[in-house]
């Protein structure tokens, strides 16, 4: 795993509508997963630059976030899952997992929880 046990694993969400990043935060947060909301690729820059490494990445599905080259480049070394519109079409690199909208909340936590049991060889 990309994690100790005795540490919170690390979520990194990023997505541009603030209400899908905070309740999911949240909901994740009370699950005992430390889940950072960004709103761009480049925050998910600064935060690996500051040493945070995701164990699980969230992605909304939206042009300028998903299309970005660096995300592409995250989604490449950490299990991704996902958030697209079945409306909108956004170039994307293979992630491991996809849900559509409208979504629950619930449905996206159960995902990261079962990509952080699985597990990710570095």
């Known amino acids: 795993m990309l994690y100790f046990r005795a540490r919170m694993p690390v979520v990194f969400l990023i997505a541009r509508d603030w209400t899908l990043r905070t309740s999911v935060r949240a909901e994740l947060r009370e699950a005992g997963i430390e889940a950072l909301g960004m709103e761009s690729a480049e925050d998910a820059g600064k935060a690996l630059a500051s040493g945070q490494f995701p164990s699980v990445v969230v992605i909304e599905a939206t042009a300028g976030v998903a299309d970005d080259p660096r995300i592409a480049g995250l989604v490449e070394r950490v299990p991704a899952i ?37 597990g990710h060889a570095a």
């Open 82 to 118: 996902l958030i697209a519109s079945r409306a909108e079409r956004v170039p994307m690199p293979p992630v491991a997992a996809v849900v559509y909208r409208p979504v629950r909340i619930g449905d996206i936590v159960i995902k990261v929880k079962d990509l952080l049991r699985k």
